[in-house]
């Protein structure tokens, strides 16, 4: 299993890189520089509210300070290395990594609310057999800096930093490339700094960590980041589960949905639900038959269920469901009493749809988790 740095602080040659870094972080940083605890509000709002990077900039830090930490830290976020736009208006970036490599980020305008869809890792190692990111292979975690970055670049490209606090992107959901669960520490980093009225003000339930179902970690999430969680299910029995989400094999069915009931427990706010990811797969996964026994599977946990017509990618053998199997599957749901929705695609003419982000791994090593 795949562990992420134990410290929010990342050093580079020279100097601290503190784009990703939390409120508790920073006032450590600043502590050590001998300054007081609101200087990490006052950096907190330079950065993420007006777009500043440059130190000098900073008008409210003495011209000594300014200096110091121009030697001892920067801001640079990773650059978008291209946009691609689509025409439903969604927006695709890739984030160039000091590495090499590259992770997919895209935003989905809607008329009351805009959704970015980040990355948390530089590939997936788990091989979903439906999605274009696991074909690529894997090669390591990305950094709060690197997540963070993904919505600071965002920001700055929507022009949202000319309103404090930005509000162009109103929630965000950890479904990019890679598998958020692995990387459980950096995302949690980011997470603190996205819900900080000082940094971005998103709401935990506004912020949605997505997982093919890694058992062990759901049990790990700090319950007090309020965080929505999404479950890739897409199957109601284990044999077919496991031909789509090879995990399965080490977490089934039962003890993912044991895992999502606890996880409502921490919580403990009844008006909490799960969400439950469905991708309807033509003539596999896409039956009434189907449909009925998930229904079964679910009744007693608190859920609302979105259901996924499948994109294509290139790399594998199945087929978009026709309109009418999705609207059937979806009635049977809806008729034992869930709510139910159909997730449009958005932005499949970039690629840029639900399961289509493939970025750019290179030196990429087979990992199982």
């Not at 404090?164 to 950096?186: A, D």
Request: one cysteine or more; aromatic letters at 6%.
């Amino acid at each position: 299993m795949v562990t992420s740095q134990p410290t929010e602080l990342l050093a580079t040659e020279s100097s601290q890189s503190l784009l990703g870094v939390s409120r508790a972080g920073l006032e450590d940083f600043f502590h050590t520089l001998g300054e007081p605890s609101f200087r990490a509000s006052q950096l907190l709002k330079w950065v993420h509210h007006a777009g500043v990077i440059d130190f000098a900039e900073m008008s409210n830090f003495g011209l000594r300070l300014r200096e110091r930490l121009s030697s001892v830290a920067e801001l640079l976020p990773s650059a978008f290395g291209s946009e691609q736009r689509a025409a439903d208006g969604c927006r695709k970036w890739l984030l160039e990594l000091s590495d090499g490599g590259a992770v997919e980020t895209v935003f989905i305008p809607e008329e009351r609310r805009g959704t970015l869809c980040i990355s948390t890792q530089l590939g997936c190692a788990l091989g979903c057999t439906f999605c274009a990111t696991g074909y690529e292979g894997f090669k390591r975690n990305l950094s709060s800096d690197e997540i963070i970055a993904q919505v600071w670049r965002a920001h700055e490209a929507l022009g949202a930093f000319s309103r404090s606090p930005p509000r162009h992107i109103t929630n965000i959901v950890f479904m990019g490339m890679g598998e958020p669960l692995l990387n459980l520490e950096q995302l949690s980093v980011a997470a603190r700094l996205l819900r900080d009225d000082d940094a971005y003000g998103i709401p935990g339930r506004k912020l949605t960590l997505s997982t093919a179902g890694l058992v062990p970690m759901i049990d790990r999430i700090d319950a007090s980041l309020k965080l929505s969680l999404a479950v890739s299910l897409h199957a109601p029995n284990d044999n077919l589960r496991t031909r789509l989400v090879p995990i399965n094999k080490h977490f089934p069915i039962a003890e993912l949905l044991a895992s999502c009931q606890r996880y409502l427990e921490r919580l403990a706010d009844p008006r909490r639900s799960i969400t439950i990811e469905y991708t309807l797969i033509d003539s596999l996964n896409d039956t009434p038959e189907l449909a009925r026994a998930t229904a079964r599977l679910l009744r007693g946990l608190r859920c609302k269920i979105n259901l996924i017509p499948y994109n294509p990618i290139a790399s594998a053998p199945w087929r978009r469901p026709s309109a009418s199997a999705v609207a059937a599957f979806r009635d049977v749901l809806r008729d034992a009493g869930y709510t139910v929705t159909v997730r449009a695609t958005r932005g499949s003419d970039i690629a840029a749809a639900c399961g289509q982000l493939r970025g750019k791994v290179p030196q990429r090593r087979e990992l199982r988790a």
